[in-house]
């Protein structure tokens, strides 16, 4: 009987990102900079993001998004703003980091990463949004079984192969060449 698994998370990898390393290489982590953001192929064709950077120490960085959603043609505006924390690398220099904005029974997420995935209205983390990644809902049990045991018992024949200096002893087959023949034996079909 065939069993049937309900994918119970949605996959990051289909949503819209912001990512801190997109920002840095595009100049928003310095003092000021206002510019936008366009996703293109996105649900809703062409989606884009305002964004607005305001970089005052380490400690009180912040990043403001304001964006425009329609849904059922009602126009709905969202401004917020998201917090950025840096830290010091060990070879000099610093790293940034957004803080979670979203909240869960009224207590604040609160957690360090680089990238935030826009799920339904708002931007937030994978950990808060329950996403996860597609590379993660594939099943391996079975994909390629066959090629990889078959490489692998190859290898281990080879190996063997090397380790026969004698292919018998006294009339008998010597313990490396009885272990040759179990592995070949392994690889031919029943």
Same mark, same amino acid.
Request: hydrophobic content about 30%; overall charge positive.
């Given at each position: 009987? @065939?069993? /049937? /698994?309900?994918?119970?998370?949605?996959?990051?990898?289909? *949503?819209?990102?912001?990512?801190?390393?997109?920002?840095?290489?595009?100049?928003?982590?310095?003092?000021?900079? @206002?510019? &936008?953001?366009?996703?293109?192929? &996105? +649900?809703?064709?062409?989606?884009?993001?305002?964004?607005?950077?305001?970089?005052?120490?380490?400690?009180?960085?912040?990043? #403001?998004?304001? /964006?425009?959603?329609?849904?059922?043609?009602?126009?709905?505006?969202?401004?917020? $703003?998201? @917090? *950025?924390?840096?830290?010091?690398?060990?070879? &000099?220099?610093? +790293?940034?980091?957004?803080?979670?904005?979203?909240?869960?029974?009224?207590?604040?997420? &609160?957690?360090?990463?680089?990238?935030?995935?826009?799920?339904?209205? /708002?931007?937030?983390?994978?950990?808060?949004?329950?996403?996860?990644?597609?590379?993660?809902?594939?099943? +391996?049990?079975?994909?390629? !079984?066959?090629?990889?045991?078959?490489?692998?018992?190859?290898?281990?024949?080879?190996?063997?192969? $090397?380790?026969?200096? +004698?292919? #018998? !002893?006294?009339?008998? $087959?010597?313990?490396?060449?009885?272990? *040759?023949?179990? $592995?070949?034996?392994?690889?031919?079909?029943?």
């Amino acid at each position: 009987m @065939k069993k /049937y /698994y309900k994918k119970t998370k949605t996959e990051a990898d289909y *949503l819209l990102r912001l990512d801190i390393h997109w920002l840095k290489v595009n100049g928003y982590l310095g003092n000021y900079k @206002k510019g &936008g953001m366009i996703w293109q192929g &996105g +649900r809703n064709k062409d989606e884009s993001i305002g964004i607005e950077a305001s970089m005052v120490d380490n400690n009180n960085s912040i990043i #403001r998004l304001f /964006y425009a959603l329609i849904v059922n043609d009602q126009k709905t505006n969202f401004d917020y $703003l998201i @917090k *950025l924390v840096a830290t010091n690398c060990n070879y &000099g220099g610093k +790293r940034f980091w957004f803080i979670c904005p979203l909240e869960h029974n009224g207590i604040n997420c &609160g957690r360090k990463i680089a990238v935030l995935y826009k799920k339904k209205d /708002y931007f937030g983390c994978r950990h808060c949004q329950n996403l996860s990644y597609s590379s993660r809902n594939r099943n +391996r049990r079975h994909k390629d !079984y066959w090629l990889i045991r078959t490489l692998t018992i190859g290898n281990k024949i080879e190996a063997q192969k $090397l380790k026969c200096k +004698r292919k #018998r !002893y006294a009339g008998r $087959l010597t313990k490396n060449q009885e272990k *040759l023949f179990r $592995l070949y034996d392994k690889i031919r079909p029943p």
